[in-house]
């Protein structure tokens, strides 16, 4: 889909600068028999506009430069896509379809293919060796739901999946890490890596993955479970310069503060990339600035550290040790 998208708003920014930050794809998908029930969404990875299709689309765009048109729909061989102008689109969530991410091919899906794909890495293995893949979770539903409760008809799990490429492939154990909240004790709401081990090796005693489990304790915690990841990356959310921030701390003394705050915030308002309202709702939300009401009572900077947020997060802090100063404050 993002492919088909990439495709019609190039073209459509031959003829309005910066129409592409506009268009909205919505695709249809179908359904069918064909020895079994199937349901597929309605894209070609080959696609390519026709002539008919460019002209439809010139003459749509130029009518977008005076109000909002009614949405476009092409409709050309496989690919059924409803274009829409909105206001704004970001180019990471831009195309949508209705139909969930399903499989229904032990084969024709993102798993199979991915452990195919790595079974090359480990066929070359001497004789005795464990071949072991792993298979981390970034928003994919079916390895988030290896053996969903509810399931369409013909539809196939991400457990019987890799149960079938152990049989067909030649590797011996397929270790699948997915951030999850709330199916620990004691109960968290943060994520932690839940492991699920598929051994081609029959009735493995559970000690046999202690490692494993060992592993996974001493990976840095997720900060988002898969699904919710892939939505953030969708709205651009781990752009480079899209920063995530840590709180401000303050810490209050007699005639002393303390003030924790975030180096990746103050960097991007002394670069310019934020102006001072918005760096202010970040730093203090609906709190005075702290900065202003100590320095009104006399209290001054005296020190500055940097404390480091450490591996899990993506900013650190600058500690500003404020202490009263005869020179700052009123005179008695």
């Given at each position: 889909m993002d492919h088909t998208a990439e495709i019609?708003?190039?073209?459509?920014?031959r003829?309005?600068?910066?129409?592409?930050?506009?268009?909205?794809f919505e695709f249809a998908d179908r359904s069918y028999w064909d020895t079994k029930f199937r349901r597929?969404?309605?894209?070609?990875?080959?696609?390519?506009?026709?002539?008919?299709?460019?002209?439809?689309?010139?003459?749509?765009?130029?009518?977008?430069?005076?109000?909002p048109p009614a949405p476009l729909r092409i409709s050309e061989?496989?690919?059924?896509v409803l274009i829409s102008w909105r206001p704004s689109v970001s180019k990471h969530a831009r195309t949508f379809c209705s139909m969930p991410p399903v499989a229904y091919d032990l084969e024709k899906n993102p798993i199979y293919t991915a452990l195919k794909k790595k079974r090359r890495q480990v066929s070359g293995a001497s004789q005795g060796t464990l071949r072991c893949i792993f298979l981390f979770d970034a928003g994919c539903s079916l390895l988030r739901h290896l053996k969903p409760t509810m399931m369409g008809t013909n539809e196939i799990s991400g457990a019987e999946i890799i149960h079938h490429a152990l049989r067909k492939l030649s590797v011996d154990l397929v270790c699948v890490f997915s951030p999850s909240s709330g199916n620990h004790l004691p109960y968290s709401s943060s994520p932690r890596w839940k492991v699920t081990c598929f051994d081609k090796r029959e009735n493995m005693d559970s000690r046999e993955y202690h490692r494993l489990n060992e592993l996974s304790s001493r990976l840095p915690a997720p900060q988002f479970e898969g699904y919710q990841a892939r939505s953030i990356h969708a709205q651009g959310g781990?752009?480079?310069?899209?920063s995530w921030y840590l709180g401000t701390k303050l810490t209050t003394?007699?005639?002393t503060m303390t003030i924790s705050l975030s180096s990746r915030l103050l960097q991007d308002y002394l670069a310019g990339r934020i102006d001072k309202d918005t760096y202010e709702h970040h730093a203090f939300g609906d709190m005075k600035n702290p900065f202003e009401a100590e320095l009104s009572g006399g209290l001054t900077i005296q020190a500055v550290k940097f404390e480091s947020g450490g591996l899990d997060d993506d900013d650190d802090h600058i500690v500003f040790d404020l202490a009263l100063d005869p020179g700052a404050g009123r005179i008695q």
């Open positions: 019609v708003a190039n073209y459509a920014d003829f309005q600068k910066r129409a592409s930050d506009h268009l909205y597929e969404r309605c894209v070609d990875p080959n696609f390519e506009l026709s002539c008919s299709a460019r002209l439809l689309l010139r003459d749509w765009i130029r009518t977008a430069r005076h109000s061989g496989k690919t059924n781990f752009h480079p310069q899209k003394g007699l005639t």
